[in-house]
């Protein structure tokens, strides 16, 4: 049983198949996060030398995309014709609504025929029809005619009406055209380049991995980054210019992390003088509490009038009255340059309206004194309403 057993184990794992592993990355992130390693320096190492074994690696850098691009197909077919009436002896007659332009509603069929083959059935094939082109070719709709004038009236129909006995004649102007455009994977919405938006109807499957969703930016071995460069004296950045960097971790293998302990000198005694004891801050605190109510202190040669004697506060006083002066008198005199130019568009206003209401009172009333009037716009309109 134990025999069987093995044997059994043996070959589920001799016909077990080879996998793979697949890691992915979010490369999403705005933020870099990048290890720099210095391949110049190396620090000492004792470890056993071994064979080293090579696995390549290859990857895909995807990203993200809400478009896809697909191919559109537009055909136009327009139909002119003209409609005669095919009497005795080969007379011809116009009818009612003889001369018509519209739009041949076709299939979608239809459509993808005419772009696979060039061909479009329509009482005659149409033959010799090319993508991105317009045709235009003479057609019979109805009837006979020939090169004697003579003719053979027959029924004919179209969405505008039906004849009897009538030729139709004409011309089929077919516009075949072909782009690439792009839909939008999420709304299933195509935009031509007429700004016309279209829904596809035709809904693909549901896809929860959303793989048509991502385009392969690249694919093949992950080559190395450059980072950092050595140049003279130190070690570079490759940014959009040159920036000089701190230098990258040199690698330290089979090695455990060691603490140097740095001595900081006279770190305790450094800077003894600025410090202020709590005894001092209340003796100064209660100096100039003593100097703010007017009673007598030992100032110690501290004063502010060592600082700033009484023409320096005098030249500082006018100087601010001057700046404050000035900027009222560049403020004026922008206002009086902005009050002069309303007052020039209010003039030429002036004077042109003048003329307008003169020239409409005079029309009505002549070289009177109701002329008077057309310098103000209210008795220019109470005259033209009284008369």
Same mark, same amino acid.
């Given at each position: ?116 083959? @060039?061909?479009?059935?329509?009482? #005659?094939? !149409?033959?010799? &029809? ?5 045709? =235009?070719?003479? +057609? ?79 694919? @093949?071995?992950?080559?190395?980054? #450059?980072? !950092?460069?050595? &140049? ?5 950045? =490759?940014?959009? +210019? ?146």
């Amino acid at each position: 049983m134990l025999n069987l057993l093995s044997f059994a184990v043996l070959m589920w794992i001799l016909y077990t198949p080879q996998v793979s592993g697949i890691i992915g990355y979010d490369c999403g992130s705005t933020h870099l996060n990048v290890t720099t390693l210095s391949l110049l320096d190396v620090e000492n190492y004792n470890i056993p030398l071994t064979q080293p074994q090579i696995e390549k690696t290859y990857i895909q850098l995807l990203q993200l995309s809400r478009f896809e691009s697909v191919e559109v197909i537009q055909c136009k077919v327009s139909i002119n014709r003209f409609i005669y009436y095919c009497g005795m002896h080969s007379h011809l007659s116009t009818v009612m609504n003889a001369q018509t332009k519209y739009i041949l509603e076709i299939t979608a069929e239809q459509c993808k025929k005419m772009h696979l083959t @060039g061909i479009f059935s329509i009482d #005659i094939n !149409k033959h010799g &029809l090319k993508v991105n082109q317009t045709t =235009m070719r003479p +057609t019979t709709f109805a009837g006979f005619a020939n090169l004697d004038g003579q003719c053979l009236g027959a029924q004919y129909s179209d969405p505008y009406g039906a004849w009897d006995n009538v030729i139709v004649q004409g011309t089929t102007t077919i516009t075949l055209t072909s782009y690439q455009t792009s839909i939008n994977l999420e709304t299933n919405q195509i935009r031509l380049k007429s700004g016309t938006i279209c829904v596809r109807k035709k809904i693909l499957p549901t896809d929860h991995c959303k793989f048509n969703h991502y385009d392969v930016l690249y694919e @093949g071995h992950p080559k190395l980054l #450059i980072l !950092k460069i050595f &140049l003279n004296d130190g070690w570079y950045h =490759m940014t959009l +210019t040159p920036e000089y960097s701190l230098p990258p971790t040199i690698m330290k293998p089979m090695t455990k992390p060691t603490w140097h302990y740095t001595n900081p000198g006279s770190l305790a005694a450094s800077g003894s003088d600025h410090i202020m004891f709590p005894a001092e801050k209340g003796g100064i605190l209660n100096a100039m509490a003593r100097g703010v109510k007017g009673q007598p202190i030992a100032y110690q040669g501290i004063s502010l009038s060592h600082l700033l004697d009484e023409s320096t506060i005098q030249k500082i006083t006018e100087n601010t009255w001057k700046k404050i002066w000035g900027n009222f008198i560049s403020f004026g005199n922008a206002s009086a340059g902005i009050i002069g130019i309303y007052f020039c568009i209010r003039t030429v206003k002036l004077i042109i309206d003048t003329l307008i209401h003169g020239y409409a009172i005079h029309t009505i009333y002549g070289w009177a004194l109701h002329l008077i009037g057309a310098l103000w716009d209210s008795i220019t309109n109470l005259i033209i309403h009284l008369s």
